[in-house]
């Protein structure tokens, strides 16, 4: 009786589920069609997805006739992509370190980053624009960079998922002579893959998206990332909602990239043992 009451909920789980992506992935659809109409299509209102008008002249208009896009757009993929990568290698050595390496004060630190976690990210705004301030590092790559390049969130994470890592792996690794560097590079860490991916999905979206420190550091329209410089668009064509779509979707494609492509390293994360 138990299992037909459970088959009976999965229809229901599924509509559930089928109503809900409608429902988030209908204002994208929008924004996608409206980037291919003409103003006047879009301030004459409706739900329509499918442009009565098709042009590609709001993507010309954003990179032909507005200087600063495309020096918007390597910022923001300059300044994602090395926060990132330092990411990526910092937090695992040090979640690795927290988890397998036995010193003094471990516990110590590891409760350190546990109350880091518990600081809300604007109390820390004036104090980091301070001290970039007394090292000369406003309006600048390394301002924008540096203040991010370690993650206590994702220390905690990847640390967690060395503590459950096979220690079989290792006592091998030690066997053949290698030490605690050696073994992290060659065996620990090509074997953290979906945990790697995941921390790359969240980490990049997250500093492509970041628009409130990068409006606290900046100050010329050059260094602006693609989040303050659509803001400034918006404010230059204030109705031409044509333009801001079409900006917004060049804005969406990266990350969409990024997650296709790390997607399935992070499913493969939910049933890793570590013993492949």
């Excluded at 004459?44 to 006739?65: R, S, V």
């Excluded at 900006?247 to 492949?276: C, D, E, H, W």
């Amino acid at each position: 009786m138990n299992a037909n009451r459970k088959i009976s909920f999965i229809p229901i789980l599924y509509a559930i589920l089928i109503v809900y992506a409608i429902a988030t992935f209908l204002p994208f659809a929008w924004a996608l069609s409206a980037s291919f109409k003409p103003l006047s299509e879009i301030i004459a209102g409706g739900l329509n997805l499918i442009p009565q008008n098709f042009t590609l002249e709001n993507y010309q208009k954003i990179f032909l006739e507005e200087p600063l896009f495309g020096r918007w757009l390597f910022n923001s993929v300059v300044v994602a992509s090395t926060v990132t990568i330092f990411n990526l290698l910092f937090n695992s050595m040090a979640g690795y370190a927290l988890a397998r390496i036995p010193f003094k004060g471990n516990q110590i630190l590891f409760f350190c980053i546990l109350a880091v976690l518990m600081v809300p990210a604007q109390v820390t705004l004036i104090p980091s624009f301070l001290i970039l301030k007394s090292l000369g590092w406003l309006n600048s790559y390394q301002g924008l960079i540096v203040p991010n390049i370690v993650n206590a969130t994702f220390i905690f994470m990847m640390r967690q998922f060395f503590v459950n890592f096979p220690k079989e792996l290792e006592e091998a690794a030690a066997l053949d002579g290698l030490g605690y560097l050696e073994t992290f590079f060659q065996i620990v860490l090509p074997l953290a893959r979906p945990a790697l991916a995941a921390q790359t999905i969240f980490i990049f979206l997250g500093s492509w998206n970041n628009f409130l420190m990068p409006l606290m550091i900046v100050s010329t329209s050059e260094m602006f990332t693609l989040p303050l410089g659509l803001n400034t668009f918006k404010g230059q064509y204030i109705s031409y909602w044509n333009y801001i779509m079409a900006a917004s979707m060049v804005f969406t494609l990266p990350a969409l990239l990024i997650y296709a492509f790390f997607n399935r390293y992070f499913i493969q994360g939910v049933t890793f043992t570590g013993n492949k």
